[in-house]
């Protein structure tokens, strides 16, 4: 019998498709979305807070209510857990607020008469994000898929440090993953902008993501800012962007007047699965464009015009952001 598998966090269902096991999907969270036809599987499991239509603040707002009332941010079906009864269930124990949770998870699978084995991705690291890959492939019965696509990430990973390596000095890079609050990547981020031949040496790879000041942004003096706002496509990132445009010493950052500023689609950078690998190219050739070249996905990047930036009030800075590379 086909084992049934439910995948409870957008990276899990990411990985079982590239592991050619996507028709043993049996249920997935409204947060899976790609590839694109994961939205034929049925939803088990719902985010309460709608973050396509609020903003950060908005967001950050609602999380504190629920949170304050010890509810959880999901809700997850246990009545259909029940009724289908998977084999495997995945999810995560990383980020409480990206997906729901594996204490959540385990709370619920207990009540049920056969409980499936629940398989916990804590992915940390580069490296540990192809560890998970291994993980499912090992729990669902596809080891040797598994081993040929991390084979496979890891040379394309390979590539790009051969290409950085001869970088005369790293450009000092910094990464937002949240505006109001701000947060600088973490995780996985930092380890990426390492790789990608940048100099961000405040935060390790495996670092939690952090909330910070804007004073701490600005006297970092990033010569490359890139924001990849966690949960926000390129629209959602440009209504955000005056925010940041409005704080005290935005146009003194040598990014700002370099016009080194880039808006990044989120999906590379925030679903530890195997696209993160093409984040690593989208940053290095965004840090190293000398060295790496043809990269980046169409639509994916908004890069700053400098010029058209130079006093253009914060209300309109998204404006000044213009697809890049050119068209």
């Known amino acids: 019998m086909d084992l049934k598998i439910c995948s409870l966090l957008p990276s899990g269902t990411e990985i079982l498709y590239a592991l050619g096991l996507g028709d043993r999907i049996i249920g997935v969270t409204d947060l899976c979305d790609y590839p694109p036809e994961v939205k034929d599987k049925p939803v088990v499991c719902r985010s309460r807070i709608d973050v396509a239509t609020m903003s950060s603040a908005a967001v950050e707002e609602m999380m504190r209510r629920i949170l304050a009332a010890g509810e959880s941010p ?97 450009p000092r890079v910094f990464s937002l993953e949240g505006i109001n609050p701000l947060v600088v990547g973490g995780h996985w981020i930092p380890d990426l902008l390492q790789r990608a031949g940048g100099g961000q040496d405040l935060f390790p790879p495996g670092s939690p993501a952090t ?54 689609d989120h999906v590379y950078f925030s679903v530890p699965g195997p696209r993160v690998v093409t984040g690593l190219e989208i940053l290095a050739q965004l840090t190293c464009p000398e060295a790496v070249s043809g990269l980046i996905p169409a639509d994916t990047v908004l890069k700053l015009d400098a010029n058209q930036a130079a006093g253009c009030p914060p209300d309109a800075i998204g404006r000044c952001f213009l697809p890049w590379p050119p068209p």
């Not at 056969?114 to 019965?141: H, K, N, Y």
């Not at 898929?145 to 890891?154: D, G, H, I, Q, Y």
Request: glycine share 4%.
């Open 211 to 264: 909330r910070l000041t804007w004073a701490e942004v600005a006297a970092y003096a990033p010569e490359k800012l890139f924001i990849d706002l966690c949960s926000s496509d390129l629209a959602r990132q440009r209504a955000e962007i005056p925010w940041l445009a409005a704080q005290a010493g935005w146009a003194d950052l040598p990014a700002v007047q370099s016009g080194e500023v880039y808006l990044i």
């Open 74 to 170: 999901y809700e997850l079906d246990g009545e259909w857990l029940a009724h289908h009864t998977p084999d495997v269930v995945l999810t995560q124990d990383l980020c409480y607020f990206c997906e729901v949770d594996a204490v959540t998870v385990g709370r619920t699978v207990q009540q049920m008469p056969l409980p499936p084995e629940v398989v916990v991705l804590r992915p940390r690291t580069l490296r540990e994000i192809f560890d998970s890959i291994s993980q499912v492939g090992a729990a669902c019965g596809a080891p040797a898929n598994a081993a040929a696509l991390v084979a496979a990430l890891e040379s394309r990973v390979q590539a790009v440090e051969d290409a950085v390596a001869g970088a005369v000095r790293p």
